[in-house]
């Protein structure tokens, strides 16, 4: 006998994805805030900015242990976010193509974040192209691409049947 599954499952399912995302998203944001003042507690001698207690973990290690170590904390968020979007693609689209279109999109983004970032290292004014970079990155670290991704994805679906 085979289990018959409600017709609100999906829903349910979209529902709590919404949930993760947003309460993610404030994790996210919250993390990285007490990660970057304590970077600057560090950097700039100044406990201008406060961290919570939460956070004297980051205490026993030094500015560029912590430096680099957000590279790898940056990478975790966008890969979490690159996974919501696949779950959630594959859960409204039951197309097989829409694996290959996420991670192209999401290769793509991470690309020019990365040409932006390479360039700035290299000009005179780096600034300008860091700030660059952090903007496409923080696509990646967001539902933003998801957003973009549900109805461009669902308009290719009607222009192929039809």
Sequence with gaps: MQLKTSPKLPYLKLLSIVVFI?????????????Y???LYQLYYKDAAYKIDSEFNFLKGFNYMQLYYAKFFII??????YYLIAL???KLLFKEKKT????SLFYSCILLISLIFYLYGKMA?????????????????????LLMILIPAIKLGTKTNSN
């Design 99 to 102: 694996f290959p279109i996420t």
């Design 36 to 38: 970057n003042n304590y």
């Design 22 to 34: 947003v309460l993610f998203g404030f994790f996210r944001d919250y993390f990285l805030s007490q």
């Design 124 to 144: 005179t004014d780096s600034e300008k192209f860091y700030e660059l970079s952090r903007t496409f990155l923080a696509l990646l670290q967001s539902p933003l």
């Design 75 to 80: 990478a975790f968020f966008c890969l979490v």
């Design 87 to 89: 779950y959630t693609l």
